[in-house]
């Protein structure tokens, strides 16, 4: 009997509005582009700080950013704004 469930991934690939097998494939398309991390540019923002955006700009809902601070890195001085989408922010360490 199948699993009238979604797994996590699923549930995932839902809300970012993909196909499991876009996770997958070589390259991604118009309709459903994946972003590689090593295809991601980084930016330099603040005061000592560098961030990649690892979800593709055509997102318009959810932003996935890898940040990195320096010691005594900040976001600068004036309040750090990214428009109307979510964010994620997942401190590693520090």
């Known amino acids: 009997m199948a699993n009238e469930h979604p797994g996590?991934?699923?549930r995932l690939c839902g809300v970012l509005r993909l196909n499991v097998?876009?996770?997958?494939?070589?390259g991604g398309t118009a309709a459903h582009p994946v972003l590689r991390f090593?295809?991601?540019h980084g930016m330099s923002f603040g005061e000592g700080?560098?961030?990649i955006q690892l979800t593709?700009?055509?997102?318009?809902?959810l932003e996935?950013?890898?940040?990195h601070f320096a010691p005594g890195?900040?976001?600068g001085v004036?309040?750090?704004t990214h428009g109307s989408s979510e964010e994620i922010l997942l401190v590693l360490s520090g």
């Open 73 to 75: 890195g900040s976001t």
């Open 21 to 26: 097998g876009d996770l997958f494939a070589a």
């Open 64 to 67: 996935v950013l890898l940040g």
């Open 38 to 40: 090593r295809d991601a």
């Open 49 to 51: 700080a560098t961030r």
């Open 78 to 80: 004036e309040p750090y």
């Open 56 to 61: 593709p700009s055509s997102f318009d809902h």
């Open 8 to 10: 996590p991934l699923q």
